[in-house]
């Protein structure tokens, strides 16, 4: 039922920002708590951040804290990340993920509803 893509991505030098969007469709996304997570080459995919369905919770990875910034617009069905500071180490693919209940969970696989993801790539 629900569908979400993820757009913003692109090349962007050290200290730049760019905003990710995870646009949602085929089920009210207020159902849904949104996590960000994000895949590096040789690495494991990893939590970036989420927000609960009304969002009021919010949490973030320790690398993205202060820099990083979560949110959504149920109204939209549309989720985002703000992303100041870019460092060449938050290069990665980015993914948005959904799940149904209100609060986030700490483990990608409690998350059912997956994105394609877009890439960032941060480079002088």
């Known amino acids: 039922q629900l569908q979400l893509v993820e757009s913003g991505g692109g090349l962007v030098q050290p200290g730049e920002s760019l905003r990710l969007s995870c646009a949602a469709s085929?089920?009210?996304?207020?159902?849904?708590?949104i996590g960000w997570f994000r895949q590096a080459p040789g690495k494991e995919r990893e939590g970036v951040s989420c927000i609960s369905s009304a969002g009021v919770g919010t949490n973030y990875a320790d690398s993205v804290k202060g820099r990083f910034s979560i949110s959504r617009d149920n109204a939209k069905n549309t989720a985002y990340l703000q992303m100041n500071s870019l460092k060449p180490e938050d290069t990665a693919v980015y993914y948005c993920?959904?799940?149904?209940?209100?609060?986030?969970?700490?483990?990608?696989?409690?998350?059912?509803?997956w994105g394609q993801g877009t890439q960032v790539t941060v480079s002088s």
């Open positions: 085929g089920f009210p996304l207020d159902y849904y708590a």
């Open positions: 993920a959904a799940r149904r209940g209100r609060l986030c969970v700490p483990d990608l696989r409690g998350f059912g509803s």
